[in-house]
Structures are given as C-alpha cells and as structure tokens.
C-alpha cells in the first residue's frame, strides 16, 4: 500500500475526487484495520461516517457474521 501525506491547512472546501479514491485489496488493509479498532484508535472513529464501497458478496458475509452470537 502506497502511503501519500498531505498537510491539512483547512483552506480546501472540496478534495478532488481522483486524489481522494484509491484502489486497494482487503488483504492490504484488513490488518490494519483490525489492529486500530482492536485497541480503539482514535482515527477509526474520524472515518465512522463515510461511505465504503465493498463488493455484494462481502457485504453478505459481514452482515452475516455481525448477526452471530460470539463463542462461549
């Protein structure tokens, strides 16, 4: 995964919608992700309200595993 910084000056109303969008693999990503909400970082929460695109098929398996009652 390609990691590009930008500093925030808070003049930009808008992000440009191409320099906004990156195409990863859930295998990049999911580590990571697990990690932070695991020990409840603080930047997992900034992102609780946007919009993520998942295939169908995921989706199903999440919903389905959310639905799960965790083992004794």
Known sequence: MQ???RIFTG???TLDQADSLVNVRFGEIADALAEAVYYRRTWVSDF???E???PADL???LTAYSHL???A
């Open 3 to 5: 990691h590009r910084l």
């Open 52 to 54: 993520v695109k998942i």
């Open 11 to 13: 003049e930009e109303d």
């Open 48 to 50: 609780s309200e946007d």
């Open 59 to 61: 989706y199903a398996i």
């Open 69 to 71: 009652r965790p083992g």
